[in-house]
């Protein structure tokens, strides 16, 4: 309801007031289960409701991904996607962050993602990160991240809270890690569900931001981050950073 009432809003708008609104697309055409038009606890439309309050006209989209229907789109959310993108969409979204878009994608899992983010210099680990402190409610797939380097996307934020997050590396140039977990987590290997030998004891990386053309991307370990149960605490802080970032130009992303 709340949602539903933010955008009769923005029809009561003047059109040039419209005009001058930047605008913010979710993609929901890859089968995404979590949207921004539902109210459950898994769903985004209390992210959603964060951007309009920030200024954006949010809107969302399950066509085919194109060059027509990214022109004037200022930010791109990609979050939780199931199923790939075609070929085609790729060529638009990387034709769109060429022009100087930005994206904004989050992981649910890694394999419909892969071809884009290899493209973008990101792979993607198989296994969750698992970590021995920090854990909000006893799980070691669910904890605490405090290690950032200087970026708009960290600003005064103290923490956030993953629930489920894969390694991300960046292969490329331009990409940065922006937030990594802890020197004592680990990946299970083998697959045994506790810490043991021949697991991989690492910090992993969990927030990656770098550049293509003229235009930025993030991407997010965990796309639980910004469901509506979790967004809260420092995940708000966070959502409100990456609002504040999308609207970035790309040479103001070096002013924190």
């Known amino acids: 309801m709340r949602l539903l009432f933010l955008l009769c809003l923005f029809l009561l708008l003047p059109l040039s007031a419209l005009a001058d609104t930047p605008r913010l697309l979710f993609d929901q055409g890859h089968r995404q289960a979590f949207v921004i038009e539902k109210e459950g606890p898994l769903q985004l439309s209390r992210l959603a409701e964060l951007f309009q309050q920030q200024g954006w006209r949010v809107e969302q989209t399950t066509k085919q991904l194109t060059k027509q229907s990214l022109t004037d789109v200022d930010a791109l959310v990609i979050s939780g996607a199931f199923s790939p993108l075609s070929p085609d969409e790729i060529d638009a979204v990387l034709g769109y962050l060429q022009r100087g878009g930005k994206l904004a994608v989050m992981i649910h899992i890694g394999q419909p993602l ?131 970032w999308l609207k970035l130009s790309r040479g103001a992303q070096v002013e924190i």
């Open 114 to 244: 892969l071809t884009l983010l290899h493209k973008l210099g990101v792979d993607v680990g198989t296994r969750v990160i698992n970590e021995k402190q920090n854990q909000p409610n006893g799980k070691t797939i669910d904890f605490m991240v405090h290690n950032f380097s200087p970026h708009p996307l960290t600003k005064n934020l103290q923490s956030f809270t993953i629930y489920g997050g894969w390694p991300l590396q960046a292969f490329e140039q331009q990409g940065k890690s922006v937030a990594s977990s802890s020197p004592h987590s680990w990946v299970d290997m083998n697959q045994d569900k506790k810490l043991s030998k021949g697991d991989m004891i690492s910090p992993f990386d969990v927030l990656i931001s770098g550049e293509y053309g003229r235009g930025s991307f993030a991407v997010f370990a965990d796309d639980a981050i910004f469901q509506n149960q979790f967004l809260q605490g420092g995940n708000k802080a966070l959502a409100e950073n990456l609002g504040r």
